[in-house]
């Protein structure tokens, strides 16, 4: 399994970011496709999961009102889009499949 991930962002408080993660590797409809983040200093903090078959999601409480994951089955990737950022959405924003973790990618929310 390789996941491959977009590179850094930075953004405005208020604004959106959209973190792409591109899979290889397996059948791309095995797994299902977890997002996973990480503040300075804190620990993992699980932001929901996505089945590729369909597309369907399951977002904890604390995300649901602001992310979305979605799938491009043609390129194998997956998107979480995180909308209205605070500071506090400062992270490391990881894709997990089956255990494999891509490198990650970091969201500096800054004004």
């Not at 095995?30 to 369907?56: C, H, N, T």
């Not at 649901?64 to 924003?93: G, H, I, N």
Request: aromatic fraction near 12%; charge should be neutral; hydrophobic fraction near 35%.
């Amino acid at each position: 399994v390789q996941l491959v991930q977009s590179g850094a962002d930075l953004r405005n408080p208020g604004a959106s970011v959209k973190v792409s993660c591109k899979a290889s590797g397996y059948t791309w409809t095995s797994y299902f496709i977890d997002w996973v983040r990480q503040a300075p200093g804190q620990g993992l903090e699980w932001m929901g999961r996505i089945d590729p078959k369909d597309g369907s999601t399951i977002y904890p409480p604390t995300f649901q009102a602001r992310v979305a994951f979605t799938v491009d089955t043609s390129t194998s990737t997956v998107y979480v889009e995180l909308r209205s950022l605070k500071l506090e959405d400062t992270a490391v924003y990881y894709c997990n499949v089956d255990g494999n973790w891509g490198k990650g990618t970091l969201v500096t929310v800054s004004s």
